[in-house]
């Protein structure tokens, strides 16, 4: 049970501060890509994204997408902004996630993992040991990504706590 709850909450993943992490000694935010990044249907980064991307990077905190996806474009969006990349992680499992960190000399307690959903991000961050930051979905275009929110708000819920509001 303790396992689906997000040690963080943020309404997106750009309000995920350097000065956050910071405190917390995060070195290193690995990034689940689709409807946390980016909408499933869009290629192009709005220009906050690309802005906060550079913020992180300049407090020299490293970055690198774990995805789940076989698609050509998570690979081809890191390439074109020069962002570490690991695909078909297989979230909930671990071993995208491990695969990522151990590519940077950085410890568990210094990896945080900030993604869309519960059942694959927030799963996966918790069983592999490091801080799950859960961000909302930038849009749930399709019935069956509404119904798995539906799912995912009673951990939301015993986690709201946790929310962090800037
Ligand atoms: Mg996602």
């Not at 993604?115 to 859960?134: C, H, N, S, V």
Request: overall charge positive.
């Amino acid at each position: 049970m303790l396992s689906f709850l997000p040690d963080f909450i943020f309404d997106a993943v750009t309000q995920i501060s350097p000065s956050f992490l910071r405190a917390r000694g995060v070195a290193l935010l690995l990034l689940d890509f689709d409807n946390t990044l980016l909408p499933y249907t869009e290629n192009a980064p709005s220009r906050a994204l690309l802005a906060w991307i550079e913020e992180l990077q300049s407090f020299g905190i490293k970055l690198c997408i774990v995805s789940n996806s076989h698609k050509e474009r998570v690979p081809q969006f890191c390439r074109k902004y020069a962002i570490d990349c690991v695909t078909h992680a297989a979230k909930p499992g671990t071993k995208g996630v491990n695969k990522a960190i151990s590519q940077f000399k950085v410890s568990k307690t210094q990896t945080a993992l900030a993604g869309d959903q519960i059942y694959t991000d927030i799963l996966a961050a918790k069983r592999a040991g490091i801080t799950a930051i859960a961000v909302k979905s930038i849009h749930n275009h399709t019935i069956l990504l509404k119904l798995r929110h539906l799912l995912e708000l009673p951990f939301l819920a015993m986690a709201r706590n946790r929310r962090v509001k800037i």
